[in-house]
């Protein structure tokens, strides 16, 4: 299986210490992807969309561990039930407002994203086909939504 990136975000995260851990904690902070033109066709009508979701691999994740202890919580959890970035297939889902589209140049807010970071693809975000009334959020639904930003626990 082999993927070949589609562009890069910039970003003004430079070290994966401190970055957001979720774009929801990176409120206002802007940042940009910039697409291969050879892609570039391919955001036609893109800018009709307030948000996109950005799948991107964690180039600078490496290793895993099936239980680990996420952010915002002390106790272990299994590592699909978390979001935690170090996963035997490094790849990252971040939704972000799409604030305009330039020729191959998007730029994005509340980037939670580290500068350099290798873009896969780019889908709409559209709440009638995400969102369930009947969700269930597991054990984070007993926490608080506070600050969420990176400590060294995931960095190499």
Same mark, same amino acid.
């Given at each position: 299986?082999?993927?070949?990136?589609?562009?890069?975000?910039?970003?003004?995260?430079?070290?994966?210490?401190?970055?957001?851990?979720?774009?929801?904690?990176?409120?206002?902070?802007?940042?940009? @992807?910039?697409?291969?033109? /050879?892609?570039?066709?391919?955001?036609?009508?893109?800018?009709?969309?307030?948000?996109?979701?950005? @799948?991107?691999?964690?180039?600078?994740?490496?290793?895993?561990?099936?239980?680990?202890?996420?952010?915002?919580?002390?106790?272990?959890?299994?590592?699909?039930?978390?979001?935690?970035?170090?996963?035997?297939?490094?790849?990252?889902?971040?939704?972000?407002?799409? @604030?305009?589209?330039?020729?191959?140049?998007?730029? @994005?807010?509340?980037?939670?994203?580290?500068?350099?970071?290798?873009?896969?693809? /780019?889908?709409?975000? /559209?709440?009638?086909?995400?969102?369930?009334?009947?969700?269930?959020?597991?054990?984070?639904?007993?926490?608080?939504?506070?600050?969420?930003?990176?400590?060294?626990?995931?960095?190499?």
């Amino acid at each position: 299986m082999n993927f070949k990136p589609i562009g890069k975000v910039v970003s003004p995260h430079k070290s994966l210490s401190g970055i957001p851990i979720q774009p929801c904690f990176a409120e206002g902070i802007q940042g940009q @992807i910039i697409i291969d033109p /050879i892609y570039q066709d391919g955001l036609k009508d893109l800018d009709g969309f307030s948000h996109i979701i950005v @799948i991107f691999h964690l180039h600078k994740s490496s290793g895993f561990k099936l239980r680990i202890v996420p952010y915002l919580d002390n106790t272990e959890h299994g590592l699909f039930a978390t979001r935690a970035p170090k996963r035997p297939n490094p790849i990252g889902l971040s939704v972000v407002r799409l @604030i305009k589209v330039e020729e191959n140049i998007l730029t @994005i807010e509340n980037v939670d994203m580290l500068d350099g970071t290798p873009v896969l693809d /780019i889908k709409p975000y /559209i709440p009638d086909f995400e969102v369930d009334e009947s969700v269930k959020k597991g054990w984070y639904n007993q926490k608080a939504k506070k600050g969420g930003i990176s400590d060294k626990r995931f960095c190499d």
